[in-house]
Nanobody, 119 residues
Framework: QVQLVESGGGLVQPGGSLRLSCAAS????????MGWYRQAPGKERELVAA???????TYADSVKGRFTISRDNAKNTVYLQMNSLKPEDTAVYYC?????????????WGQGTQVTVSS
């Protein structure tokens, strides 16, 4: 069992930046994928960005060039730096962990953190 604790959400104006953090604890496997997903009201949860423990990253087209995912494997922590935020980035952001090097449905989810982009 892996537990995930997220932090860093909040309210920001369009064009602003936020940094999300997610720390994993428990039975964290050495080879894994940690990523960020988001769900806006009335929409399906979608992948935003994910990174393997080797550092390979993948991004949704809508965030490429604006968001950067990074990891500190020693701390079992994943970060999401979000720049040039847009109102359409407003959503609850969830951290996900998968005990595999293949990106897919996470085995564990964080509790979610609200990101609101509004003037």
């Amino acid at each position: 069992q892996v537990q995930l604790v997220e932090s860093g959400g909040g309210l920001v104006q369009p064009g602003g930046s936020l940094r999300l953090s997610c720390a994993a604890s428990g039975s964290v496997l050495r080879f894994n994928v940690m990523g960020w997903y988001r769900q806006a009201p009335g929409k399906e949860r979608e992948l935003v960005a994910a990174a393997t423990s080797y550092g390979t990253a993948t991004y949704a087209d809508s965030v490429k060039g604006r968001f950067t995912i990074s990891r500190d494997n020693a701390k079992n922590t994943v970060y999401l730096q979000m720049n040039s935020l847009k109102p359409e980035d407003t959503a609850v952001y969830y951290c996900g962990y998968r005990g595999s090097l293949r990106i897919g449905t996470p085995d564990s989810w964080g509790q979610g953190t609200q990101v609101t982009v509004s003037s």
